[in-house]
């Protein structure tokens, strides 16, 4: 760290952001990564430009996710002849949106449906794209799916914390509250610190002045004497156009610092969780749908994969079709499989023990959901809330609020979203018990109003229970991800593996789009040697 003649300290990014981490963790880091353009946005904005022609060498896709047909639609479009075995009757993997008639079976061959009304919809899979995602973005302007905001954060969400501590313990506070608070007083004790002479030696008189102004911005501070008496930006008494608006009271800061509740947020979102998000309109899926508009004929559905062979001829995979009970074979010159590697590692194949045990490394990430369809949208009449979430600080059941059908009539409520342990035991309990628990730990939100206007009908999800899926993502401990993922990217003979469960980002659509626009790469090369 350096000294410019004016006394003012000079930092290198590396020096700042050892400095950002250290009082902001990772997340703060990597927004400010993400400002300088060297964050974790897609690594390619368009797929890879493959040169030459693949003269209807065939290629065997394993899964009809969103990495199977982003491969069958690049290579498609370069000459490639190629299939896709899908062993649900469609596709997306699990890109999928419940809504009326919409059926999923779980392992042990129970099916449930979705009777939600007409245009009511819940996105039990992927549910939020943030900006930085392009990968995504390139085939939703390709395809041409719709898209709406998404609002992942909104400061008039509510928090009640029953187990915090001190007086704040089991009171019901709008977010804005919280933040406007404890950023306020926060404020007031920097800028104090300021004003008295604590920080002269790390900063010079022309900073010291310029924090002091932004201390008094940012916490809404009275600039006389740098005191947080509270805002009118933290929440309003009443209001009234034609008359007085009152701002709402400070709490103590004693009290939000003993109930902890200051904790819940960050002064900046984390750059995969900013508070604008985006969605498909209409559903999720629709995004899935276009990228199985534009192979059509490719995929071959209800077919599921027995075998798993290759010689130095090409590969061949037996699968079975699940309404007729018919065997077949299906030859190709290459295969690129998505399907999840801890499935594929039991199924018979003549791949390397190596490989095998790569397949076998991470650990299947237990995710639960579960929505409630409500007779009245109390939340935006009562509470003025649209979009966004508000939290009990119970595991797995943050109440998530729809972004879309505003001023409707009905609404869609995500009551819980587990995962790990949480995800195990919401997994465990029917439907009915999921529901009754839920509406008990989400009802003091909004009291009187859950199992007031419960219309009755709900679906949830258990992915680690649903088949052909049997987890919500692969989970991979650093040390595994170091061993196993640079054997899984590289070929394996003619068979490549592809799907967000070998990127760096699983769980996310980009991860899967991502992983085919580098394996459909190798493929290319190896095809033009040939």
């Known amino acids: ?93 699990r890109c999928q949106s419940s809504r009326s008639g ?72 709008r977010k804005r509250e919280i933040k406007a608070d404890m950023r306020g007083y926060t404020s007031e004790l920097l800028a104090k610190s300021i004003d008295q002479g604590a920080l002269d030696k790390e900063i010079t008189s022309q900073d010291k002045e310029q924090l002091t102004d932004y201390l008094i911005s ?40 003993q109930s902890g509740l200051g904790n819940t947020f960050k002064g900046v979102t984390t750059i995969d969780h900013p508070e604008i998000m985006y969605q498909a309109v209409g559903g999720m899926d629709h995004i899935a749908k276009g990228f199985e508009n534009a192979i059509k004929n490719t995929i071959t559905y209800d077919a599921e994969v027995l075998e798993l062979k290759q010689d130095d001829s090409g590969v061949t995979v037996p699968y079975k079709n699940t309404k007729t009970g018919e065997v077949r074979i299906e030859k190709a010159d290459y295969c690129i499989t998505t399907i999840p590697v801890g499935m594929l590692s039991k199924l018979p194949s003549d791949l390397s023990d190596e490989c095998k045990e790569a397949m076998a490394a991470p650990r299947k990430m237990a995710v639960g959901k579960l929505a409630l369809q409500m007779n009245r949208r109390f939340w935006e009449e009562d509470d003025n809330i649209y979009g966004g979430s508000s939290s009990t600080g119970v595991l797995g059941h943050t109440v998530i609020y729809p972004s879309y059908g505003y001023c409707g009539k009905k609404g869609i409520i995500q009551s819980a979203y587990a995962f790990g342990p949480a995800g195990v035991k919401l997994g465990m309990l029917t439907l009915d018990q999921q529901v009754k628990q839920a509406i008990e730990r989400t009802e003091p939100i909004h009291p009187g109003q859950f199992k007031k206007h419960y219309d009755n009908e709900a679906f949830s999800i258990a992915w680690h229970n649903t088949k052909y899926s049997e987890a919500g993502w692969a989970a991979w401990s650093p040390p595994a991800r170091k061993k196993y993922l640079p054997i899984l990217r590289e070929p394996q003979g003619r068979v490549y593996f592809a799907g967000d469960q070998i990127s760096n980002i699983t769980g996310w659509q980009v991860g899967a789009i991502e992983s085919a626009w580098t394996q459909i790469e190798k493929i290319h090369t190896v095809a033009m040697n040939s």
């Not at 954060?153 to 928090?159: A, P």
């Open 218 to 257: 940012e916490g809404f501070l009275n600039a006389r004497d740098l005191s947080y008496d509270g805002t009118l930006h933290r929440g309003i008494e009443s209001f009234d156009p034609m008359g007085e608006t009152v701002a709402s009271k400070p709490l103590p800061f004693k009290d939000i610092l």
């Open 1 to 93: 760290m350096k000294k410019s003649n004016n006394n003012s300290i000079k930092m290198t990014k590396r020096q700042f952001l050892e400095s950002v981490s250290a009082v902001g963790g990772v997340s703060a880091m990597l927004t400010a990564l993400n400002g300088w353009d060297m964050g974790i946005a897609s690594a390619a904005e368009s797929p890879p430009d493959l040169r030459g022609n693949g003269n209807n060498k065939k290629i065997l896709i394993l899964g009809a996710g969103l990495a199977g047909m982003t491969a069958a639609y690049e290579l498609g479009l370069r000459g490639y002849k190629c299939k896709i075995l899908e062993a649900r009757s469609f596709a997306g993997g």
């Open 102 to 173: 919409f059926k999923t079976t779980t392992i042990d061959g129970k099916t449930r449906t979705c009777n939600f009304d007409n245009g009511q919809y819940f996105n039990h899979g992927p549910w939020r794209i943030p900006s930085y995602h392009h990968a995504v973005f390139h085939y939703i302007r390709k395809f041409g799916v719709s898209m709406e905001i998404m609002v992942q954060e909104n400061d008039l969400g509510y928090l009640k914390y029953d187990r915090a501590e001190g007086p704040l313990s089991g009171k019901r506070l």
